[in-house]
């Protein structure tokens, strides 16, 4: 009787064994798939123009990302305080940049000379004015990627001419045509001041509200592709187009 009680003390605790060994297996299976199935929840999130990246990648990194999504209120408030002086310089009180320039070179200059010949009666030191010169490789650099621009820019030009791409022929007439009608508007500091304050609020904006944007997006771009087929089958369909790379070699 003691043996028989023995054995069955010994299956109790082997069950018991068993059964915390198997709920700890499925928890650990628990745990193991919930970081992929989130995973795979998070990529099948709708992102705009197809963005993988976080905003703050999107636009470079680094201090110009930081500024544009104001990291640092101080600076990015600062920038914006200037660029609305210039254009209220500019625009409202209709000062001209010649004038500008040479007043304030004036001012400069006058106060360096004054500073020079007076440091000497009132036993201070001289200014201490800098040497400023342009590096040669920062202008060599920047001659590079402004002509590695430009010829991409010929390129893309020249690919719709001939006619291959008829959608991207229809976003670049659309988008100049946009640009000829605010041209007509205003002048160019003032197309400029708002093509700066759409970059410095819209990014910023979209990173605090970007789910509800994307989720009004999504709703969007399947409204316009459907609308796009409809046009492209009556239409665009019907166009004759250029001739293509292969037919020409």
Known sequence: ???????????????????????????DEGRSSSPSAAAAVKAK???????????????????PADLFLWRNKKISGGVLAGATSIWLLFEVLEYHLLTLFCHCLILTLGTLFLWSNA?????????NIPEVKIPED?????????RYEINRGFASLTAIG?????KKFLIVIAGLWILSALGSCCNFLTLFYIVFMVLYTVPVLYEKYEDKIDAFGEKAMVELKKYYAIFDEKCLSKIPKGPSKDKKH
């Open 162 to 166: 001939q006619g291959r791409d008829l």
């Open 119 to 127: 440091s000497a009666f009132i036993n201070k030191s001289p200014p």
């Open 138 to 146: 920062l202008a060599v650099n920047v001659a590079r990627s402004l």
């Open 45 to 63: 999130i709708y992102r705009l123009f197809g963005r993988e990246k976080p905003v703050h990648s999107v636009l470079g990194g680094g201090k």
């Open 1 to 27: 009787m003691a043996e028989h009680k023995e054995e069955s003390v010994m299956d109790k605790i082997s069950e018991k064994l068993h059964g915390s060994s198997s709920s700890s297996g499925s928890d």
